[in-house]
């Protein structure tokens, strides 16, 4: 069976510090790979997308950025956090091949900038 | 493009009461629709979806929605609430041969005893 597993599950990071979370897919191959936010009382925003390795698809213009060096693995990073990169990062994935699309989603990553 | 709107950010029924979130959609092509759970610090779980056929759709713990493509709706109901349903509830549209997921802002759930 497929599993996803995304860590750090929490993070407290100070302003203008780095950011790495990783996420990764067991399972499956060719996953579509996802990156959403998700800030208090909203409702997901979707950051980035991938249907292949090094292929990213960035849908907001903001300070971060995603990377898949691997075909199961997606990373989310910065290089200088700011305090409304705050929120609940989750990692999905759906099957690459041409489906429905639902999407099967991680635990989370909660982020705390100060 | 697609989009969504959820009637309403909370919604409070009794424990055996019906429960009925709304949910309005857009889409330029086809859509495939989803209904999606999350309780508290934990990701989504798809209750469940609609791709074609049936427009009535039966999801785990109960949970149903209809697709009526008049009135560009996808509402989600369960005849009785248990207090075990308060959770926050999403709605989402993906279009056919797409990539991208769109989220409604969600609905959160209370159940009173």
């Known amino acids: 069976s497929q599993t996803i597993h995304q860590w750090p599950a929490t993070l407290v990071q100070p302003v203008g510090s780095p950011l790495s979370l990783e996420c990764t897919v067991e399972?499956?191959?060719?996953?579509?790979l996802y990156w959403y936010r998700q800030a208090a009382g909203r409702g997901l925003q979707l950051l980035f997308y991938s249907v292949g390795i090094g292929q990213i698809s960035s849908e907001v213009p903001q300070n971060l950025s995603a990377s898949r060096p691997q075909d199961r693995q997606f990373i989310l990073s910065s290089k200088k956090l700011l305090l409304s990169d705050s929120g609940f990062y989750l990692c999905?994935?759906?099957?690459?091949?041409?489906?429905?699309?639902?999407?099967?989603f991680g635990e989370g990553s909660r982020l705390t900038v100060l | 493009a697609q989009s969504v709107t959820q009637l309403g950010s909370h919604v409070s029924v009794s424990e055996g009461a019906l429960v009925l979130l709304r949910c309005n959609y857009s889409?330029?092509?086809?859509?495939?629709l989803f209904w999606y759970v999350q309780y508290p610090n934990q990701g989504l779980q798809l209750l469940l979806k609609?791709?074609?056929?049936?427009?009535l759709v039966k999801g785990i713990n109960g949970f149903e929605a209809e697709f009526k493509k008049s009135e560009t709706s996808f509402h989600l109901t369960k005849p009785s609430a248990h207090m075990s349903d308060a959770a926050e509830y999403f709605c989402a549209v993906k279009g056919t041969g797409g990539f991208k997921t769109i989220f409604g802002a969600g609905t959160r759930l209370f159940v009173k005893a």
């Open positions: 999905a994935w759906s099957p690459g091949t041409p489906t429905s699309g639902e999407l099967f």
């Open positions: 399972g499956t191959s060719n996953p579509n």
């Open positions: 889409s330029s092509v086809p859509p495939y």
């Open positions: 609609y791709t074609t056929g049936a427009t």
